[in-house]
T-cell receptor, first 115, second 115 residues
Framework: NAGVMQNPRHLVRRRGQEARLRCSPM?????VYWYRQLPEEGLKFMVY????????ESGMPKERFSAEFPKEGPSILRIQQVVRGDSAAYFC?????????????FGEGSWLTVV | KNQVEQSPQSLIILEGKNCTLQ??????????LRWYKQDTGRGPVSLTI?????NTKSNGRYTATLDADTKQSSLHITASQLSDSASYIC??????????????FGKGTKLSVKP
């Protein structure tokens, strides 16, 4: 029973390039969340998605960031024209139902370094 | 403002000793409180989740308490082991419903267990 799978685990991008982070939720989970964690900081919510729908994107920067969770395939967090400040760990999480009252399971994270 | 404050920021203890981590929150309306363990370079792993009516919940050597009146929670670790070295994150869920934007994360307490 695989957990939340994220790839790549580590990604290096030059300023101005695009970064694509992928997340496959646990089997049977249709709710996916993305978080960002800066060094020595807590996790910050970015976006909550269900299949083909964005439920809450209040934590997403207005520009350059987008997320999707298509009917088939993994959820994708896309960062266009990356800048040094985008360097962080990006965690995906999933749950079987709505987040209130449900345990949320995290992946191992994708570490983005912008050089 | 909805906030979750954890103390101490960091803690060093000897193997075999007990310790208690604190979490104070100013989150309203309250839905539930969760403790997660995050090893360095890994994703958070759920330890406990407690609703308003639950005062204590155990998971092996981990025991969480909740005082909803004073808005305080603690995580007690008994007979610590080297593998307990990690960050422990307190997370409070707002009672608005399904939006993931309603999970408020603390910055964590970094625990180091020394032999």
């Amino acid at each position: 029973n695989a957990g939340v799978m994220q790839n790549p685990r580590h990604l290096v991008r030059r300023r101005g390039q695009e970064a694509r982070l992928r997340c496959s939720p646990m089997k049977g989970h249709s709710h996916v969340y993305w978080y960002r964690q800066l060094p020595e900081e807590g996790l910050k919510f970015m976006v909550y998605l269900q299949k083909e729908n964005i439920i809450d994107e209040s934590g997403m920067p207005k520009e350059r960031f987008s997320a999707e969770f298509p009917k088939e395939g993994p959820s994708i967090l896309r960062i266009q024209q990356v800048v040094r400040g985008d360097s962080a760990a990006y965690f995906c999480a999933s749950s079987p139902g709505a987040p209130s009252g449900n345990t949320i399971y995290f992946g191992e994270g994708s570490w983005l370094t912008v050089v | 403002k909805n906030q979750v404050e954890q103390s101490p920021q960091s803690l060093i203890i000897l193997e075999g000793k007990n310790c208690t981590l604190q979490c104070n929150y100013t989150v309203s309306p309250f839905s539930n409180l969760r403790w997660y363990k995050q090893d360095t370079g890994r994703g958070p792993v759920s330890l406990t989740i407690m609703t308003f009516s639950e005062n204590t919940k155990s998971n092996g050597r981990y025991t969480a308490t909740l005082d909803a009146d004073t808005k305080q929670s603690s995580l007690h670790i008994t007979a610590s082991q080297l593998s307990d070295s990690a960050s422990y994150i307190c997370v409070v869920s707002l009672g608005h419903g399904g939006s993931q934007g309603n999970l408020i994360f603390g910055k964590g307490t970094k625990l180091s267990v020394k032999p």
